[in-house]
């Protein structure tokens, strides 16, 4: 099968500055070489605590926030090569949807034209079209034409999301990028909305990068979930062995807070993860887990492990098998 998405060696860094005169001293690695396929239909949760560079690698990969490094390549286009109109096509294939619809969509704007606004961008401007998109749009996401003359401060926090899910399907894209779209809403709501994004996905075809903090919160969504930890995948494979076969310990550790049965861990000692996480301006050496890391070793203070494996990987010199 021929990936939507290929991310190669994604790179984010930022300079740290010091002195009167600034200069650079050093560098916060957010993402530190993230290698991952996206395949057509599918979600990939990208899961981890925050600061882990979650966000900042879907904001570099639509080039909100254009990577330091590496390749993102769109159906077999890679974007670094190309520019104009062409990039600026290819760009709407790719949409974010944000935790916060609120500050994503200007509040000053009626829904109606905050939705008209990506087709106009695009130089869609036969009105009649644009006004019927707009219409159909908001019926899909479960509002009415009579909300086109709305006020975002008007709706509900899930109306809103529903709102800013209605702005990112305006173009047709074919992969979005969800931003922990439902972590600010009432728990009520959320299942409303993870449940529409699914209805969503079915029937446009549409591939998910999934964000969130926890893995309870992305085991009903995604069919493959990869955990980041410190700028970095630790482990990445099908979301049910994920669930039943962690073989990272950060992955477990992060298993064990959650209340579910899960007899792969009642055999073993669990795996508690405490302390918070370190900078990532200084981020240890080595494993950068092994501060936290409750099998730790010599060899994980000095090596760093690379993320190896097929189809179920994970960075580890002592994965639990
Ligand atoms: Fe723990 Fe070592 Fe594995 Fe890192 S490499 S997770 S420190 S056992
Ligand atoms: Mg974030």
Do not use: W
């Not at 905050?114 to 106009?120: A, G, K, Q, V, Y």
Request: aromatic share 6%; charged share 25%.
């Amino acid at each position: 099968e021929v990936p939507l998405l290929e991310v190669h060696n994604l790179k984010k860094y930022y300079p740290i500055k010091k002195g009167i005169i600034p200069r650079t001293v050093g560098h916060v690695k957010a993402v530190d070489g993230l290698n991952f396929s996206l395949y057509p239909g599918e979600t990939l949760s990208l899961v981890g605590e925050s600061g882990c560079g979650k966000s900042t690698t879907g904001r570099a990969i639509v080039k909100l926030d254009p990577p330091t490094e590496g390749k993102v390549i769109l159906e077999g286009m890679d974007l670094s090569e190309i520019s104009g109109l062409n990039l600026r096509k290819t760009r709407t294939k790719m949409q974010m949807i944000f935790q916060d619809p609120y500050s994503s969509l200007n509040p000053r704007k009626r829904i109606g034209d905050l939705l008209s606004e990506p087709l106009l961008a695009h130089k869609l401007t036969d009105k009649e079209e644009v006004d019927r998109k707009v219409n159909e749009m908001l019926e899909i996401v479960g509002l009415t034409k009579l909300h086109r003359s709305r006020y975002p401060h008007e709706f509900s926090g899930g109306q809103r999301q529903r709102i800013g899910i209605a702005r990112a399907l305006m173009l047709n894209p074919k992969l979005i990028i969800c931003d922990e779209p439902v972590s600010a809403l009432d728990v009520s709501i959320q299942a409303q909305v993870l449940n529409l994004l699914k209805d969503l996905q079915k029937e446009f075809q549409l591939t998910y990068l999934f964000i969130a903090h926890g893995l309870g919160a992305v085991k009903y969504i995604s069919d493959r979930i990869a955990v980041m930890y410190l700028g970095k995948i630790v482990e990445l494979g099908k979301t049910e062995d994920i669930f039943k076969k962690p073989k990272h310990p950060y992955t477990q550790g992060l298993l064990s807070t959650y209340p579910i049965p899960n007899p792969h861990l009642r055999n073993r000692e669990r795996i508690l993860v405490e302390g918070d996480v370190p900078s990532p301006a200084n981020p240890p050496k080595g494993c950068s887990f092994h501060t936290r890391c409750p099998i730790a070793q010599d060899i994980c203070r000095v090596q760093p492990p690379e993320l190896t494996g097929l189809h179920h990987q994970t960075a580890c010199h002592f994965p639990l098998l």
